[in-house]
């Protein structure tokens, strides 16, 4: 029996996919301008493609032009480098996105880079990071992860965080670090907390807010939970489940969830907490930038 409210992360990213299916069409409608994703994956990893499906299927559903590129494994620097300057220069497209991690041999750091900032739906680029750092929500492109997180977060706690203490575990450019932007941004008063975070159980439990983004199954325990605080897991893990049967897997969080959800408020389930809201929100950032892209202001 658990205590805390679990925010249904599919039931939000639902209702965001709703909202972008709506700005959608009506852009088309007033502009003529359909919204264009391009997913660009490179090599045969079955996680990642079983993530590119989902994205494009996703996009055609959001009433996007939906592409994507699949390019064999032996794709060099130069190929997928060609690729993205024809989709920056492409007009029908306005976000795109290379799938990671790329094979061994291409560096994913020049090509994420070279995608212009205003198609990054990512927010990988260093001026959408740059725009986020320095406070500037209006025009940048918002990491998918944060983002969506973030969105859970304001369901629970409105727009205005002020006097909340928030600690995020994890310093990632991927998330940690964007995450704790936005709740700065929120007028949070941010802790990020990290792998050489000394006595990082008090630390957390400072935390109003508690954001878990470790990739260390069940790492947060109970007693690191302030009691009635909001928990949002990040984390994805695949740990053995031989109750399932021989060789069964099952996915958990970077918290341990039932003796969590006895100490905190709120918090988020894994599997269908925070992963539903990264997808909701690349479909988000693509109507965004198609609405920028046709000089118009993008619904909230
Ligand atoms: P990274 O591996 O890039 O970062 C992990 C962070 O956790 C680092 O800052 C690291 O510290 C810190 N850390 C690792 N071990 C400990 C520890 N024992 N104590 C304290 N801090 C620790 O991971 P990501 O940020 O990319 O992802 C984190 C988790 O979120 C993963 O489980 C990943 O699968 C999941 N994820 C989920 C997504 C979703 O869609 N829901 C999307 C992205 C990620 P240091 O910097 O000191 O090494």
């Known amino acids: ?14 209702s965001v996919i709703e909202a972008v299916k709506t700005a959608t069409s009506a852009l088309e409608t007033e502009t003529g301008a359909k919204a264009g994703l391009a997913v660009v994956i490179v090599g045969d990893d ?3 493609h079983s993530y590119v499906t989902s994205k494009s299927r996703m996009a055609k559903e959001c009433g996007f032009t939906s592409i994507q590129h699949t390019l064999p494994a032996e794709t060099t620097q130069e190929e997928l480098a060609k690729l ?18 790329l094979p061994k041999h291409l560096n994913s750091e020049p090509i994420i880079q070279s ?31 944060p983002a969506g997180a973030m ?16 600690v995020v575990i994890g310093r990632s450019n991927l998330f940690g670090k964007p995450m704790a932007q936005l709740l700065l941004n929120a007028n949070a ?9 000394k006595d990082l159980p008090t630390v957390a439990r400072t935390a109003d807010i508690l954001v878990a983004a470790v990739g260390q199954p069940q790492m ?35 918290v341990a969830f039932t003796e969590a959800s006895d100490v905190a408020a709120v ?6 907490g925070v992963g539903p809201m990264t997808i909701a929100m690349l479909m988000a950032n693509t109507v965004i930038a198609a609405h920028r892209a046709a000089g118009k202001t993008a619904p909230k």
């Open 1 to 14: 029996m658990t205590g805390a409210t679990v925010i249904d992360g599919k039931q939000v990213a639902a």
């Open 46 to 48: 079955p996680a990642s």
């Open 84 to 101: 993205v300057q024809s989709l920056n220069e492409d007009a029908s497209i306005h976000g795109i996105l290379v799938q990671l991690p």
């Open 115 to 145: 995608i212009r900032p205003e198609k990054d739906v990512d927010g990988l680029h260093v001026v959408n990071a740059g725009k986020l750092a320095t406070g500037d929500l209006a025009t940048g492109l918002i990491s998918c992860t």
């Open 151 to 166: 969105l859970l977060v304001r369901r629970v706690h409105g727009e205005d965080l002020s006097g909340l203490n928030a």
């Open 189 to 197: 008063t941010v802790t990020v907390a990290h792998s050489r975070t």
């Open 220 to 254: 947060v325990k109970a007693d690191w939970i302030k009691p009635g605080a909001t928990v949002i897991d990040v984390g994805i893990n695949r740990i053995a489940a031989p109750e399932r049967g021989e060789g069964k897997t099952r996915l958990v969080g970077d």
């Open 267 to 272: 918090i988020t389930p894994v599997p269908g």
